[in-house]
């Protein structure tokens, strides 16, 4: 008791003391009142009387690791606009080179089926007489048959055989009657020049028999053909169908909606209009060959190309 009274009086006679005294209560009083409200911690005047000896205030929850629940949900939400954004920027550039890749494939169908087209056409009546047009028109347009010699020789027609042609037999060079074996068609020139079906070809006895819708009667040479029909399949597919034995013929192209082809009849070749078909034994000077072809693109969306070439006809082979 002594002691203490004689601290309490050192202290108040001494006013440098007592206003240090007072100055360090305040402080740790206004240190404890700006903690934050129903703080967690359990020893704040340790907290705070270390944040005072630092020489600077520190807000507790700064001083450790972690982040409120707030700003959690604060961080969510803002990367979950930055994905969204980022995920739409990145599904409209797949769709668009989807849409690309489908439009340069549809070019590409287009002109791929025109080009191989003009090669047929360019190649039709190749190894036969000038005059023959090598051309079957389709009557609906959407096709066409193209033939042409195989070999660009053929075979003489033995007129002193020849007594009968009601039978199809025709005798023929000896030397090329081998040409025909496994030939389907044949170019019957002379008379009537037309395109015959071969039933038969006797080696032994030189003799090819056709089968004919015109009167083979005058008949002078046979040429050995290779026939080609292209033409729209269903489902948009185009076909090339090879008229040999053997031969079931190929797929030439898919994705085509539309395949015309369309002939100038005029010897000129300035024809203002093309027609469909024209008279057999006739030579058109100018084909005409349109293509349409497409694709779907996203759902419901259609993308559609369409090419058109006109292919000159040369007098002689064509």
């Not at 002594?2 to 007072?22: E, G, M, T, Y």
């Not at 520190?58 to 959690?72: C, D, I, M």
């Not at 033995?158 to 007594?163: H, I, M, P, V, Y």
Request: net charge neutral; proline share 4%.
């Amino acid at each position: 008791m002594i002691i203490a009274q004689k601290r309490l009086n050192d202290v108040f006679a001494s006013p440098p003391l007592l206003w240090s005294k007072i100055c360090k209560l305040i402080r740790r009083l206004r240190m404890q009142n700006q903690d934050p409200p129903n703080s967690l911690h359990s020893k704040p005047n340790v907290v705070s009387t270390q944040i005072v000896r630092s020489g600077f205030y520190t807000n507790r929850r700064t001083a450790q690791a972690g982040f409120t629940l707030v700003e959690l949900l604060t961080a969510v939400a803002v990367g979950a606009i930055i994905i969204s954004a980022a995920y739409g920027l990145f599904v409209n550039a797949f769709k668009q080179n989807i849409q690309q890749r489908s439009v340069r494939e549809v070019q590409q169908t287009v002109e791929f089926v025109t080009s191989r087209i003009r090669a047929h056409v360019l190649s039709a009546a190749g190894g036969l007489p000038e005059d023959v047009a090598g051309i079957f028109p389709d009557s609906t347009g959407n096709g066409i048959t193209l033939f042409k010699s195989i070999d660009g020789i053929g075979a003489e027609v033995l007129d002193a055989l020849n007594n009968d042609t009601t039978d199809g037999v025709l005798p023929v060079d000896p030397a090329t009657v081998g040409a025909f074996d496994g030939v389907a068609y044949v170019w019957v020139e002379g008379g009537v020049d037309s395109v015959a079906k071969v039933n038969a070809v006797d080696t032994t006895g030189k003799t090819v028999t056709v089968d004919s819708l015109f009167d083979i009667a005058g008949a002078t040479k046979l040429f050995p053909l290779t026939i080609h029909r292209i033409f729209l399949h269903a489902d948009s597919l185009l076909v090339s169908n090879e008229w040999s034995p053997g031969q079931n013929g190929d797929l030439l192209a898919l994705g085509v909606d539309e395949f015309n082809v369309s002939y100038d009849t005029t010897a000129a070749g300035n024809a203002t209009s093309f027609s469909k078909s024209f008279p057999w034994g006739l030579k058109p000077s100018r084909v005409r060959v349109e293509v349409t072809a497409g694709d779907s693109v996203s759902g419901d969306r259609y993308i559609e190309r369409a090419l058109n070439t006109t292919i000159g006809i040369r007098r002689g082979r064509i």
